[in-house]
């Protein structure tokens, strides 16, 4: 009887089981279903503002623990946030951690190990988005995964420069120069960190480990006083996913692709264009201002404090939206646009260049980099260029508007400031969504598609003022301004 009891109460508790996995998967495909998303996206959002119990469990039970705990802690909900989203493929980034601290260790503080890393991780992200790519964009492995990859290279560098000499480092790379030897737990802690696993921030080791330590606190010791601060950010962020959810079923990249797109009036393709360049980039701002918000509740966003005394919460801050929404230049809204990201690029790569003696050659194999970093497809390249010719001409015509007097009298009428600034707007975000048409489309064929219907008008644009700027720059600044600014 009780063999046969115990056989029942195995067979309900299996059935239990298996129902209530069918359940859940029942309701994650109604619910994405009737938010009209994939259930894939369904699941990002949840574990991004899963971060925000996790970071008050963290500060009511953990925050005056041993460091060991702490690490376990951000191990294994990063590790368990990795399955929820992408099942047994979390052993990607297993394997690319364990293999760091690897060779961390049996290479040491050594520009082999730093090649090394960064041979074999971004040889492992690049074959990940070789085998999982499609024509669309797919939330899988390699999202996280580039996140980790930019985590790991920069450790192994930092790891490196904690080597030399201080005095031969830079101030910049004396803050993050890793002195001490890195766990295994430590390495983990700060790879699976739930507040940034999926989509970011990058953070040094350093800056981890002071979180870790209770170091990253407005009170030394004391909880801190970061809730009113990460509410901001969260409220910023459901504000864009609100107008994101609304607007999405509206604007989207596939009717660039349609018939209907295409014999519609230039003027109409063009401000369609541009509408939907603006309000593409809110799925990004979303996701960065909500886990910001996590990382400063748990005090990851700590930035010391201002010159009145005040903390400033903004370590962690991939976005300025202020800037992003009103600046009406490009370079600007890369200021204002994936901050950390950018920050790593310049850090990491560009500013390891210097070596060549050329900013520009150095900013284009950043730019590069970048575009590879994102994935293999096509559109990544062609958007990275077009942000690399805008930038050339934009600091072109930003020279001559300066150094002629003509057009500096112009620029300075204070009655035509709105005017030109509707104009730069325009002309901002017309080509923003033109180079977002090749991120976001991917595949030659269809941003070839895309940019036949408006004739190629950015490249066109830009490339036609590459060759004129220089001779107008010439013919519009005196010689007496030049040899000034020669001298």
């Known amino acids: 009887m009780a063999s046969a009891a115990e056989g029942d109460v195995g067979t309900v508790t299996e059935l239990a089981r298996v129902l209530r996995w069918g359940v859940e998967e029942l309701s994650f495909n109604k619910l994405a279903t009737s938010l ?85 991780q971004m040889a492992y992200l690049l074959a990940g988005y070789y085998n999982t790519a499609t024509d669309n964009y797919d939330i899988k492995w390699t999202m996280p995964h580039c996140v980790l990859t930019l985590k790991l290279i920069g450790l192994a560098v930092d790891y490196f ?36 696993f999926l989509v970011g921030p990058q953070f040094s080791m350093n800056h981890y480990m002071k979180l870790v330590h209770r170091q990253l606190t407005d009170i030394p010791g004391v909880v801190p006083n970061s809730t009113v601060p990460a509410l901001k950010r969260l409220s910023l962020g459901l504000i864009y996913l609100v107008g994101y959810v609304l607007l999405s079923p509206h604007i989207t990249e596939n009717y660039l692709l349609t018939d209907d797109y295409e014999n519609r009036l230039f003027w109409f393709r063009c401000m369609y264009m541009l509408i939907w360049g603006k309000f593409v980039l809110y799925k990004y701002v979303t996701c960065w201002l909500v886990t910001e918000g996590v990382c400063i509740l748990t005090g990851l966003g700590f930035n010391d404090f201002d010159e009145n005394g005040k903390a400033k919460w903004d370590a962690c801050a991939n976005m300025k939206v202020w800037l992003f929404e009103t600046t009406p230049r490009f370079t600007g809204t890369i200021a204002s646009f994936n901050i950390n990201t950018n920050a790593w690029v310049s850090r990491y790569f560009f500013k390891r260049l210097k070596f060549l003696g050329n900013k520009e050659l150095s900013q284009g194999l950043s730019l590069l980099f970048l575009a590879l970093w994102h994935g293999l497809h096509s559109g990544y390249l062609v958007c990275f260029q077009m942000e690399f010719l805008i ?4 600091r072109q015509a930003a020279s001559l508007i300066q150094d002629s007097p003509t057009l500096s009298n112009l620029a300075s009428i204070t009655v035509l400031q709105p005017f030109y600034y509707l104009v730069q707007q325009t002309i901002h975000w017309l080509f923003m969504g033109y180079s977002m048409t090749a991120f976001c489309l991917f595949t030659w064929d269809k941003w070839l598609k895309v940019y036949k219907s408006v004739y190629f008008l950015g490249h066109v644009f830009f490339l036609s003022l590459l060759f004129i700027l220089p001779y107008l720059h010439k013919a519009m600044v005196p010689r007496k301004e030049k040899l000034k600014k020669m001298e």
């Open 36 to 120: 009209g998303a994939s259930e894939q996206a369904l699941r990002l959002i949840i574990s991004i503002f899963l971060g925000y119990p996790l970071a008050l469990f963290y500060r009511h039970y953990l925050f005056y623990k041993d460091s060991y705990l702490i690490h376990l802690f951000h191990t294994f909900t990063g590790l368990f946030i990795a399955y929820f989203n992408f099942g047994n493929q979390l052993y990607h980034s297993l394997l690319c951690v364990i293999l760091q601290f690897l060779i961390l260790r049996l290479m040491g503080r050594t520009i082999t190990a730093v090649l090394t890393t960064f041979c074999f």
């Open 161 to 196: 420069d904690g080597g030399k000499d201080q005095n031969s480092l830079s101030s910049e790379q004396q803050k993050y120069a890793i002195r001490g030897v890195p766990s295994l737990l430590e390495v983990a802690g700060f790879s699976y960190f739930y507040g940034a």
């Open 391 to 394: 930038v050339i001409v934009e």
